[in-house]
Nanobody
């Protein structure tokens, strides 16, 4: 079992930045693909970004491409999401997820473990 804990959310003005962190409970995530998803009030959860087990490959939703950067540090069991140029429409609960099959994908069904989420609010 893998436990994921997100942190780094908060309230920020439009145009500002936040860095989300995801701490994993076991070293085995070094072989897992990792993803970030988000869910805004009244909307379905949506894909934000994913990173391969090695960090060599990344994948972004069009809505965040060029503004968000995903990274990982397998030695520390950590995954990060650097969010720049934040917009009010980025307001959501952000979730970290782990895929044991290490498939770089936007499909929620591929992810086996999920964190509890961290709230990001962007004020206009």
């Amino acid at each position: 079992q893998v436990q994921l804990v997100e942190s780094g959310g908060g309230l920020v003005q439009a145009g500002g930045s936040l860095r989300l962190s995801c701490a994993a409970s076991r070293r085995a995530i070094g072989t897992y693909a990792m993803g970030w998803f988000r869910q805004a009030p009244g909307k379905e959860r949506e894909f934000v970004s994913a990173i391969s087990w090695s960090g060599a490959a990344t994948y972004y939703a069009d809505s965040v491409k060029g503004r968000f950067t995903i990274s990982r540090d397998n030695a520390k069991n950590m995954v990060y999401l650097q969010m720049n140029g934040l917009k009010p429409e980025d307001t959501a609960v952000y979730y970290c997820a782990a895929d044991r099959q290490s498939i770089l994908t936007s499909r929620e069904e591929s992810y086996d473990y999920w964190g509890q989420g961290t709230q990001v609010t962007v004020a206009s």
